[in-house]
């Protein structure tokens, strides 16, 4: 069964973004994108919520195409192009997307269903609304998190209105040289 993995920048004080959406405070190199590229590079299926997709979709397809596109975009884009998109949305319409699912209803089942085909993690990035979401019907098995050294004091939380106490399993730890510091969280279901 594969598993779903929020994969997430988050400040020291639980903040995924500033109060208007801003992420300028999140740290990353290429340090940090030779790491996560490999971990990605397995991965067959990127979950989004429509605002990331959107923002992703318009960037990525043709990031490797700019003459002063980096290591980390010419990967990255055809990484992108190649994996398997799944967005939550009630408003994005099927037609004319390539490799992409849209799930609009029935989010528990249809995650499910997914969760249960042969493949490796389901990787939801970023997505703060799709990740409460899927918070709220327990389909998140672990947590990818890199905790950047800053405290916002106000923005999106990451964890918001949690019903019941979700413990987790640290598996790997890993302190970058920017000062980031990533976290690997398995859901202990027990």
Same mark, same amino acid.
């Given at each position: 069964?594969?598993?779903?993995?929020?994969?997430?920048?988050?400040?020291?004080?639980?903040?995924?973004?500033?109060?208007?959406?801003?992420?300028?405070?999140?740290?990353?190199?290429?340090?940090?994108?030779?790491?996560?590229?490999?971990?990605?590079?397995?991965?067959?299926?990127?979950?989004?919520?429509?605002?990331?997709?959107?923002?992703?979709?318009?960037?990525?397809?043709?990031?490797?195409?700019?003459?002063?596109?980096?290591?980390?975009?010419?990967?990255?884009?055809?990484?992108?192009?190649?994996?398997?998109?799944?967005? #939550?949305?009630?408003?994005?319409?099927?037609? @004319?997307? &390539?490799?992409?699912?849209? !799930?609009? %209803?029935?989010?528990?089942?249809?995650?499910?269903?997914?969760?249960?085909?042969?493949g490796n993690e389901i990787l939801l990035f970023g997505s703060p609304t799709a990740t409460h979401a899927l918070m709220e019907?327990?389909?998140?098995?672990?947590?990818?998190?890199?905790?950047?050294?800053?405290?916002?004091?106000?923005?999106?939380?990451?964890?918001?209105?949690?019903?019941?106490?979700?413990?987790?399993?640290? #598996?790997?730890?890993?302190?970058?040289?920017? @000062?980031? &510091?990533?976290?690997?969280? !398995?859901? %202990?279901?027990?």
């Amino acid at each position: 069964m594969r598993n779903v993995i929020s994969f997430m920048h988050i400040s020291l004080d639980g903040f995924v973004a500033g109060p208007n959406g801003e992420m300028d405070w999140i740290k990353v190199d290429e340090e940090i994108f030779d790491h996560v590229g490999k971990r990605i590079g397995e991965g067959d299926i990127a979950l989004y919520g429509r605002v990331t997709y959107q923002m992703m979709e318009g960037y990525w397809p043709t990031a490797a195409d700019k003459p002063n596109a980096s290591k980390h975009d010419i990967e990255h884009s055809r990484w992108y192009s190649n994996v398997h998109k799944v967005v #939550l949305s009630r408003t994005m319409k099927q037609e @004319g997307l &390539t490799n992409t699912t849209i !799930i609009s %209803d029935n989010l528990s089942e249809r995650i499910n269903e997914i969760k249960q085909q042969e493949g490796n993690e389901i990787l939801l990035f970023g997505s703060p609304t799709a990740t409460h979401a899927l918070m709220e019907q327990n389909l998140i098995d672990g947590y990818w998190l890199f905790v950047n050294p800053v405290i916002l004091g106000r923005g999106i939380p990451l964890f918001k209105d949690i019903k019941d106490k979700i413990k987790l399993n640290l #598996l790997a730890t890993r302190q970058f040289t920017n @000062g980031v &510091t990533e976290l690997s969280y !398995i859901v %202990d279901r027990q």
